[in-house]
């Protein structure tokens, strides 16, 4: 894993381009020790907080919905990949979302502040 610095973040490579399908998850770890749910939707690539607000669970153990949204697999809480906001489910906070970016076959994250 290395660091690039853009605009202040500093963004880790967290995995290639080839390495996710559409619609599927993969549990990373950044240099923080942040534990991380990287997602490729239709859309794009996104990342979350790897914790369900309900009872911690992590949401790379889940699915991606055929509505591209993230579903946990314990409660089956749902939440919005690019918001982390929880759209259904049994209780909970939204969740952190995290900056991506590609750069050539990269998958790099940077930490965001707050659930936006
Ligand atoms: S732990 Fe995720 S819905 Fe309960």
């Known amino acids: 894993m290395h660091d690039v610095t853009r605009a202040g973040n500093a963004y880790e490579v967290v995995a290639r381009v080839n390495e996710l399908a559409t619609g599927t998850m993969q549990a990373v770890v950044l240099s923080t020790g ?4 990287l997602i490729r939707t239709a859309a794009g690539y996104c990342a979350l ?16 919905t055929s509505d591209g949204l993230i579903e946990c697999s314990w409660h089956g809480a749902q939440f919005d990949p690019v918001t982390g906001v929880m759209l259904t489910g049994p209780g909970g906070d939204d969740v952190k979302t995290y900056d991506v970016r590609i750069e050539d076959n990269s998958i790099m994250i940077a930490p ?5």
């Not at 607000?53 to 699915?63: C, I, K, N, T, V």
């Not at 965001?112 to 936006?116: E, G, H, I, K």
């Open 34 to 37: 942040e534990k991380v749910c």
């Open 49 to 64: 907080a790897d914790r369900c607000s309900h009872r911690d669970f992590p949401l790379s153990a889940g699915e991606v």
């Open 112 to 116: 965001t502040s707050a659930p936006r």
